[in-house]
T-cell receptor
Framework: AQSVTQPDIHITVSEGASLELRCNYSYGATPYLFWYVQSPGQGLQLLLKYFSGDTLVQGIKGFEAEFKRSQSSFNLRKPSVHWSDAAEYFCAVGISGTYKYIFGTGTRLKVLA | DTEVTQTPKHLVMGMTNKKSLKCEQHMGHRAMYWYKQKAKKPPELMFVYSYEKLSINESVPSRFSPECPNSSLLNLHLHALQPEDSALYLC???????????FGQGTRLTVV
């Protein structure tokens, strides 16, 4: 069965520290992978996507993610976190040919000043 | 323009009311979606329109009625809702083929 797992429900980091949010997926074919960010009461904003090609993808707001097929992972990273990065982060897989996206349960990021 | 615009931003309605949520995009996307999101949960798919035709209905109760008048507009008509239907309703759009979906800011719906 297709699934997306975000093992960390909450993560707290200090401003200026590095960040890694984990995402593991279960999917039979090469997945379309996405990271979205959601501030409280707001919609989801696309940070980055992976369809094929270079396994290290760059996104907006200084985020990057690395696709590792052998580990079925698509972890999100940022070298230096800003207070404005505090939000909920969702990893998602697009199921080819279905219009469906499977979302992980989300990771809530708290940033300490 | 990568915006999906939803109106209203907030809506309070009684259980006997009829209201509509509206969504608009001008990115040329031919797939449009309605999602429901409860607090601290990921979005849940409700409906998908592809080329203005309903492609997916995720067994949503009939008190929710979607409509796609043209390729840029998507509506969600609400009637006789229950308090448990209170949630953030998100509209999204994408090119056909599971490319990235762009989301609106949502409508915060409260049913009283």
């Amino acid at each position: 069965a297709q699934s997306v797992t975000q093992p960390d429900i909450h993560i707290t980091v200090s401003e200026g520290a590095s960040l890694e949010l984990r995402c593991n997926y279960s999917y039979g074919a090469t997945p379309y992978l996405f990271w979205y960010v959601q501030s409280p009461g707001q919609g989801l904003q696309l940070l980055l996507k992976y369809f094929s090609g270079d396994t290290l993808v760059q996104g907006i707001k200084g985020f990057e993610a690395e696709f590792k097929r052998s580990q079925s992972s698509f972890n999100l990273r940022k070298p230096s976190v800003h207070w404005s990065d505090a939000a909920e982060y969702f990893c998602a897989v697009g199921i080819s040919g279905t219009y469906k996206y499977i979302f992980g349960t989300g990771t809530r990021l708290k940033v300490l000043a | 323009d990568t915006e999906v615009t939803q109106t209203p931003k907030h809506l309070v309605m009684g259980m006997t009311n009829k209201k509509s949520l509206k969504c608009e995009q001008h990115m040329g996307h031919r797939a449009m979606y309605w999602y429901k999101q409860k607090a601290k949960k990921p979005p849940e798919l409700m409906f998908v329109y592809s080329y203005e035709k309903l492609s997916i209905n995720e067994s949503v109760p009939s008190r929710f009625s979607p409509e796609c008048p043209n390729s840029s507009l998507l509506n969600l008509h609400l009637h006789a809702l229950q308090p448990e239907d209170s949630a953030l309703y998100l509209c999204a759009s994408s090119h056909v083929g599971n490319t990235e979906a762009f989301f609106g800011q949502g409508t915060r719906l409260t049913v009283v």
